[in-house]
């Protein structure tokens, strides 16, 4: 497999959905090469650095009138 | 790790909201409207608007809450009630995001062709000298990873809008593929597509942020 290959299959391969010779092929590529490798590695963590984002919120302003609705709706 | 904000199960969720317990209400208000307000922009023009998307959702919730079926998890339900308002909301700004098909500029590589070898060259398709990617340190200080993290709310927001629905929905509220699927109206295959492009990027600005922070790290005496 070729790294240009390579790099466009991660996704796939992280959501095992590579057909598996392409998937034995990815795998194989790996040890061949410490770019691929690192590539893949810095993808891992791509992902697990956005799954920390604290999202933005929404404003007190509209969060307090959120809550009188909900109390006034159960009235 | 901070913010693992546990939500009690479902069914206790739906019956406290019935109850009209306010303090559950206010739980799953802070535990959402962050990610909804972010979803919502990717449909609607400005932030706003996204916010009154969020508002009207959550007001709809409120009525609606009574006659919850419980044939999806509560927050599903919650999202598609968002995503079909700030949809309709977006058709009026004329900003629809369709997804039943993928955009030319969606498709093709996500790494830059100069990065390898060139075609008729010894090893083509490879990467070039010096354009391999090398092992990253993300900074475990917390005020660098804080950096880190802003360096990636940057690049979401600069996202084409389909990417970032996509990403926001996969990776930063933590959705499955299929959920995805569902609440946008797209393929497995396209979905992957454009989530793959999205990360493709985001890495590019990680690499392009951690290479050059490397030698500031190395002058703090990283031995």
Same mark, same amino acid.
């Given at each position: 497999?070729?790294?240009?290959?390579?790099?466009?299959?991660? %996704?796939?391969?992280?959501? *095992?959905? =590579?057909?598996?010779? /392409?998937?034995?092929?990815?795998?194989?590529?790996?040890?061949?090469?410490?770019?691929?490798?690192?590539?893949?590695?810095?993808?891992?963590? %791509?992902?697990?650095?956005? *799954?920390? =984002?604290?999202?933005? /919120?929404?404003?007190?302003?509209?969060?307090?009138?959120?809550?009188?609705?909900?109390?006034?709706?159960?009235? | 790790?901070?913010?693992?904000?546990?939500?009690?199960?479902?069914?206790?969720?739906?019956?406290?909201?019935?109850?009209?317990?306010?303090?559950?209400?206010?739980?799953?208000?802070?535990?959402?409207?962050?990610?909804?307000?972010?979803?919502?922009?990717?449909?609607?023009?400005?932030?706003?608007?996204?916010?009154?998307?969020?508002?009207?959702?959550?007001?709809?919730?409120?009525?609606?809450?009574?006659?919850?079926?419980?044939?999806?998890?509560?927050?599903?339900?919650?999202?598609?009630?968002?995503?079909?308002?700030?949809?309709?909301?977006?058709?009026?700004?004329?900003?629809?995001?369709?997804?039943?098909?993928?955009?030319?500029?969606?498709?093709?590589?996500?790494?830059?062709?100069?990065?390898?070898?060139?075609?008729?060259?010894?090893?083509?398709?490879?990467?070039?000298?010096?354009?391999?990617?090398?092992?990253?340190?993300?900074?475990?200080?917390?005020?660098?990873?804080?950096?880190?993290?802003?360096?990636?709310?940057?690049?979401?927001?600069?996202?084409?809008?389909?990417?970032?629905?996509?990403?926001?929905?996969?990776?930063?509220?933590?959705?499955?593929?299929?959920?995805?699927?569902?609440?946008?109206?797209?393929?497995?295959?396209?979905?992957?597509?454009?989530?793959?492009?999205?990360?493709?990027?985001?890495?590019?600005?990680?690499?392009?942020?951690?290479?050059?922070?490397?030698?500031?790290?190395?002058?703090?005496?990283?031995?």
């Amino acid at each position: 497999m070729n790294c240009d290959d390579f790099v466009e299959l991660v %996704t796939e391969f992280l959501e *095992g959905a =590579l057909p598996e010779e /392409d998937e034995r092929r990815f795998i194989e590529h790996l040890p061949e090469c410490s770019g691929c490798e690192s590539y893949l590695d810095q993808f891992r963590q %791509t992902i697990a650095t956005t *799954g920390e =984002l604290t999202p933005d /919120d929404i404003s007190p302003e509209a969060r307090q009138q959120l809550l009188t609705a909900f109390r006034d709706w159960q009235r | 790790m901070a913010g693992a904000r546990e939500l009690p199960p479902d069914q206790v969720l739906v019956q406290r909201l019935r109850d009209g317990d306010e303090e559950t209400f206010a739980l799953v208000l802070n535990a959402w409207s962050g990610s909804m307000l972010r979803l919502a922009m990717s449909f609607v023009s400005t932030k706003a608007s996204a916010e009154e998307a969020v508002q009207d959702t959550w007001l709809a919730v409120i009525r609606g809450i009574s006659d919850f079926e419980g044939r999806s998890t509560l927050k599903t339900w919650v999202y598609r009630i968002l995503v079909n308002t700030a949809k309709a909301r977006g058709t009026k700004e004329s900003r629809t995001v369709p997804f039943a098909s993928l955009l030319p500029e969606e498709e093709g590589p996500t790494v830059d062709a100069s990065r390898f070898r060139a075609p008729g060259e010894e090893y083509a398709g490879h990467w070039a000298v010096g354009q391999e990617p090398r092992p990253w340190h993300i900074p475990e200080d917390h005020v660098l990873r804080g950096e880190v993290r802003e360096v990636i709310t940057e690049a979401i927001d600069e996202l084409p809008p389909r990417l970032r629905t996509v990403i926001t929905l996969r990776d930063v509220a933590g959705y499955g593929s299929e959920e995805v699927c569902s609440l946008l109206e797209i393929s497995p295959g396209n979905q992957r597509v454009l989530l793959h492009r999205a990360r493709a990027l985001l890495r590019r600005k990680l690499e392009e942020y951690l290479s050059g922070t490397h030698h500031v790290a190395g002058g703090r005496g990283r031995a």
